[in-house]
């Protein structure tokens, strides 16, 4: 995504296009990738991934525009942070709902529970750095980010959703819920050592 998020950029800079419309925009991508993943058919998955790519694109390009053009702001940075963790919602919920209907009764069960709780422990964890999110980000290694890490479950849960076979469906399952976990330790070990 970043290619295309410069060459966004690039031709934005001269434009009365402010990085806080990027932002929201992105917003209305993510939602929309989420719902089509929640729609959980296989023809479905091409618009969850061109719009989850789209989101991708454009959530890159709105710290690209406002750095290149000066209009970086406190409310920016704010938005920006906001409409992260809601659109890492929206997709993670997409793609849950969408895998949830091929489980059991009793599996599906547990499956809310341990998903509703990973995903709170990871939205409090990242609400936890979000001061020093950016920094992180510096430090990272290779520049990785969270839209990185939503690469593989996307593709993942594309192919179980396209597929419908058992063993897809538990490997985009455990994916999902092990990640949120495992996210929410590392957020937390982060917060933790920046915090000190």
Request: with cysteine.
């Amino acid at each position: 995504h970043r290619g295309p998020a410069r060459a966004l950029v690039n031709s934005l800079r001269r434009t009365p296009v402010t990085p806080n419309q990027l932002t929201l925009l992105s917003l209305a991508a993510a939602a929309g990738s989420g719902w089509w993943f929640w729609k959980g058919s296989g023809w479905a998955m091409v618009p969850a991934l061109l719009l989850f790519w789209l989101w991708a694109v454009l959530d890159h390009a709105d710290g690209e525009l406002a750095r290149q053009t000066g209009r970086a702001s406190e409310f920016g940075k704010k938005l920006d942070d906001f409409c992260d963790n809601v659109s890492s919602c929206v997709i993670l919920c997409g793609i849950f709902a969408g895998l949830l209907p091929f489980w059991h009764a009793g599996d599906k069960a547990l499956f809310e529970t341990l998903f509703l709780s990973g995903l709170t422990a990871n939205t409090l964890t990242g609400m936890a750095l979000l001061k020093v999110k950016r920094r992180l980000r510096s430090k990272a290694l290779n520049r990785l980010t969270g839209r990185d890490l939503f690469y593989p479950l996307a593709i993942l849960a594309a192919a179980a959703l396209w597929r419908k076979e058992t063993v897809w469906y538990s490997l985009t399952m455990g994916a999902l819920i092990v990640g949120l976990y495992l996210t929410s330790a590392i957020f937390l070990v982060a917060w933790f050592r920046m915090s000190r």
